[in-house]
């Protein structure tokens, strides 16, 4: 435990522990001795200089092999690889940065939610749209719902003006998400069909970004996917 405080032995014990595992008979091979970084993904913060200097003391002296880098730190702290990485959410690969970053800015996201318009209409100004009428067209509007949900896996919070691709072009929520469709501003885009495609994240649109507006991070939109969603594979 470097200062993530949440498993590890502390550092006071690290020598004893590591003397007794050697001495168990149990391995099957070299001890490996890790660590996690609490703040790897913010890029200015003094924590990770500080957890990879105290995991040098705290192992240098000690036989086995060394793995500290998340996805984070394997992309900007090159002082944390050691003999092996760990990287988790850039394998899906998304940025796990709310600022660019020279490396995590070529990754190609390798999951795309899609979905489609359904319905399409007119709305005057004045007029509200969905739940709790939390979006008022201060124009004539037109609105698309696209059948997706926080059924889907969609967050609920995301607000209005969060980002979605239709057709390839950038519009923006318009009120609340519903279980099964949300509805979306498409009055500036060039004209939108029924079965056009929606991109809700993926090419072309970071699941940090949708993440960011529903106050929320791409961690988690990605692993809560539920199993009503269809999954189709395609090889690249």
């Not at 004893?16 to 703040?39: D, I």
């Not at 790897?40 to 086995?64: N, V, Y």
Request: hydrophobic residues 40%; contains cysteine.
């Amino acid at each position: 435990d470097t200062g993530m405080h949440r498993l590890g032995a502390p550092p006071g014990q690290v020598a004893e522990l590591h003397r007794r595992l050697l001495a168990c008979g149990k391995l099957a091979g070299p001890p490996v001795l890790t660590t996690h970084f609490a703040c790897a993904d913010q890029l200015d913060h003094p924590a990770t200089a500080a957890q990879i200097e105290r995991f040098e003391q705290l192992t240098g002296p000690l036989a086995g092999v060394r793995s500290a880098a998340n996805s984070p730190a394997t992309l900007a702290w090159p002082a944390s690889h050691y003999d092996w990485i760990r990287p988790g959410f850039m394998l899906w690969g998304n940025s796990p940065f709310t600022v660019p970053h020279p490396q995590a800015d070529t990754l190609r996201p390798v999951m795309t939610l899609v979905s489609s318009v359904i319905s399409l209409r007119e709305v005057e100004a004045g007029e509200c749209v969905g739940y709790g009428a939390t979006w008022q067209a201060t124009r004539p509007s037109r609105i698309a719902t696209v059948t997706v949900g926080y059924g889907d896996g969609y967050p609920r919070g995301a607000g209005n003006g969060t980002p979605v691709l239709v057709k390839g072009h950038r519009a923006a929520l318009a009120g609340r998400v519903s279980m099964d469709m949300i509805t979306v501003d498409v009055t500036d885009l060039p004209p939108v069909a029924i079965g056009d495609p929606v991109v809700l994240w993926g090419n072309g649109l970071p699941v940090g970004e949708v993440a960011e507006h529903a106050q929320t991070i791409g961690y988690e939109l990605l692993t809560r996917m539920p199993a009503r969603v269809p999954r189709r594979v395609v090889v690249d």
